[in-house]
Each structure stands twice: as structure tokens, then as C-alpha cells.
């Protein structure tokens, strides 16, 4: 079992008004809380701590085009 909080933070610019296409992005953090490996059914654990980085960061983007349900 692996366990990490992330935090986004992306933007959204839009062209176009009822066939629109719109690009995001932004940068996340993310904490890296436990990890533990269950052996035999859970009788035993193993804690996988150490092999794991306390923070990550990076970027992420998107960019879609939509035809009709601007909801979506």
C-alpha cells in the first residue's frame, strides 16, 4: 500500500465560443506519506519507506477541443 498526497495547481485558457479547444497546465507537489507491503495475506508487513523520495514536483498539461457540451 502506497500513500501520497499531491497538490495541482492548473490554469485553463479557452478559445472559441461554442467550438471551443482549450490548453491547461500548472505545476503539482506531492508528499510522499507510507508505503508497506503486505506478505502472506497480511501476516506480515514490510515497510518500503526508504526506497521512496519525501517530495516530488513537476508539471502537467492538457488540451482538448469540445463540439458542443461545454460542460464537459
Known sequence: MYEFITLPVM????IGKINFF???GGPFLGCFLT?????NDGDLSQDLSEYFTDFDF????????????KWL
Not at 490554469?11 to 479557452?14: A, D, G, N, P, Q
Not at 508505503?35 to 506478505?39: C, G, L, P, S, T
Open 11 to 14: 490554469l485553463r485558457y479557452e
Open 58 to 69: 513537476g508539471f502537467s498539461s492538457r488540451n482538448r477541443k469540445n463540439s458542443f457540451f
Open 22 to 24: 482549450y490548453v491547461k
Open 35 to 39: 508505503a508497506k507491503e503486505k506478505i
